[in-house]
């Protein structure tokens, strides 16, 4: 088939391709964005000319064996991010995004400034025990009977961070967050969508 053939196949199902760029091919690119965007959490990185991997968190350098420090960067027991991609079709066009309050700091870096609360208090000592694996015992010991003293843990580098938060004297914090981008344009997804948009085309023109 040559460029003419081709041009008049098309004109004569003019229709379907509408429908198809109208109404399909919205639904068929944003599933498509939606699950590239969640894979670089996967990887670890961002996809666009081959991976660029995200700076390493400090719970993983901290060499805890805890469930916690083994997750991924960006990466939690709810996964709250990654989960939060969503993808909303209309004709001609999709949007592919993440409202959540903290996507964009993480998707493009930069420096946050929280003023320090008893209640920010609270949760960075509950961070630094749950970073540390202490655990309050229930048990109460028998009378007469003294309790033993445990050797206290080396503290890692991220119980030492929320320690420090915990502590502070400051009224605000001034904490850098890294870049690790998860949204924005990349050339395997754009190849990816291409090829698929003309392979439906195909598919009308060939019924």
């Known amino acids: 088939m040559n460029v003419k053939q081709f041009a008049e196949e098309l004109a004569s199902h003019a229709k379907e391709v509408d429908h198809l760029m109208k109404r399909k ?62 993808y909303v079709p209309s004709d001609y066009r999709v949007v592919v995004s993440n ?46 009977t003294k309790k033993k003293r445990k050797t206290p843990k080396p503290e890692s580098q991220e119980a030492k961070f929320w320690k420090g938060m915990a502590l502070t004297k400051k009224k605000r914090l001034n904490i850098k967050i890294p870049q690790r981008q998860f949204l924005g344009e990349s050339e395997e997804l754009n190849k990816k969508i291409k090829q698929r948009i003309e392979d439906e085309v195909l598919k009308i023109i060939n019924t």
């Open 99 to 144: 409202t959540l309050l903290y996507a964009p700091i993480h998707n493009w870096g930069g420096t946050v400034n929280p003023t320090v609360t008893p209640k920010m208090r609270k949760f960075a000592w509950y961070m630094y025990n749950k970073a540390q694996g202490n655990r309050r015992s229930k048990a109460t010991p028998a009378k007469g």
């Open 25 to 86: 091919l919205p639904v068929m690119v944003g599933r498509m964005a939606k699950d590239h965007f969640q894979d670089n959490f996967r990887q670890g990185g961002f996809v666009n000319g081959g991976i660029h991997q995200w700076p390493i968190t400090k719970r993983q350098k901290s060499g805890a064996k805890s469930a916690t420090a083994n997750y991924g960067p960006l990466l939690s027991k709810r996964n709250h991010l990654f989960s939060s991609i969503k």
